[in-house]
């Protein structure tokens, strides 16, 4: 070995060293950086998640206090509406519950905002409160929609029969029960045999619709029907059910509107199941007005519809609903020239009335970038007391009783004035939590 190697040994070994020593050391580093990133974006992680679970408290927080808004409106309506005797009580869409500009949209609370909304179920058609002698409201509704009119008699009948309590057909289909008549109908539809011991019998619950979402279950109610022709809704649901389920009910022309800016009405549209089975003609939207008028047989329903819809605000010019020209009674109703000559044959198929009870109410509460919905169904109902020795002792009731003696500026009528007439909110169904 020569003198050169033999000197440079010990310092080429000692630089070696120091290149793995460095090699390890930054290998340390990386693995300290990657753990102190992984650390970092965890704890980054976690406070995005606890601000949007915070968010979304708050947001609920928030539409909680929307319905609290909505509730109250509709107690102080029915403290309005019972302060001045000379006009019956009756509600319509400028009433204080109904107007948007009444602190209900975007209200500015906490850290965020409500908006709330609520709707007259009652200017609905309660499905229930159908039987074959109104059946041809059903149907017209379904033609409107865009069955051909042959479909829409059966399916008007399946509708019927599905929550009507006896086991008989209401449309003379075939021999035999619902289930095995609509069993018929479906075989053919699904180019099954018709002998009568292969046929499914169709099932039907012979009990009143708990939710409209039930029509989805009815024979001939396919998913353009009760959304909607077109609808993204209806497209999904026909995804679901595949080729050839339902063939028999394709729409086979457009859907009949009201007006030209009205959306694709369905099923779900028109009905409710709540209420107490009149419809408000003074909150009633067009489609639903147009299709009793067209059932009663008037020569231009929806014309006419639009006319009692335009002529419910009231003529002053101004922008916001009020109720001057709200029906204030059946009364008022028959005195209407629009009205008169189509007003008995509607009502024949379904009542009218000018006053609600049951009413939804759908509140969304935002905290930047996050919203949370809930929404529920009330009925509204006022409970007279007379106020006695024992009432009297209870300060809250008096100051009530006080605030409502300045409304109606003390009645002459002194039974009355011993009255107590206390607003009360109950839900029947809450949607959320």
Known sequence: MSRRTRQEGPAGGRRRRRAVVLVLVLWVAVVL??????????????????????????????????????????????????????IPPFDALGDVWADAEEGKEEVKLGAGTYSVTISDAEGLLNLNQFRASNRILLEKII???????????????????????????????????????????????????????????????NEPYLTVDALLEVYGVTPELYFGPGTPEAEFYRAQLGPGVGDRFQMSRRARRATRAEEVRG??????????????????????????????????????????????????????TNNDNAFKSVADMQQNGDLAGILGPAQALYRFDVRS????????????????????????SLTQLNRDEDFESNDRARERQDRYDARRQRRQDKDNELLVRNPSIRILQWNGT
Do not use: W
Not at 155 to 165: H, L, N, Q, R, W
Not at 272 to 280: D, P
Not at 360 to 368: R, S
């Open 357 to 380: 009870t049951v009413f939804t109410l759908t509140a969304t509460g935002t905290v930047g970038d996050v919203n949370r919905s809930l929404s529920c169904i009330v009925t509204r």
């Open 33 to 86: 950086s990657m753990m102190a990133y992984s650390v970092l974006f965890q704890m980054s992680l976690e406070l995005r998640l606890t601000s949007m679970e915070k968010k979304t408290l708050e947001a609920k927080a928030l539409a909680r206090a929307g319905l609290a808004k909505g509730f109250a409106d509709l107690r102080n309506d029915m403290i309005f509406d019972f302060s001045d005797e000379t």
């Open 143 to 205: 033609v409107r929609i865009g069955y051909e009119e042959e479909d829409a008699k059966i399916v008007a009948s399946a509708i019927i029969d599905y929550a009507d309590p006896d086991d008989v057909p209401v449309l003379e289909l075939s021999q035999g029960t619902e289930g095995f008549a609509y069993g018929v109908l479906r075989a053919e539809d699904m180019g099954g045999s018709r002998r009568e011991s292969e046929i499914e019998r169709v099932v039907f619950p």
């Open 267 to 320: 099923l779900r549209d028109y009905f409710t199941v709540e209420g107490n089975g009149r419809l408000n003609i003074n909150t009633a939207p067009t489609h639903v007005l147009a299709a009793v008028f067209d059932a009663a047989g008037a020569s231009d329903p929806d014309r006419l519809a639009e006319r009692i819809v335009r002529y419910r605000p009231g003529g002053d010019g101004r922008r916001r």
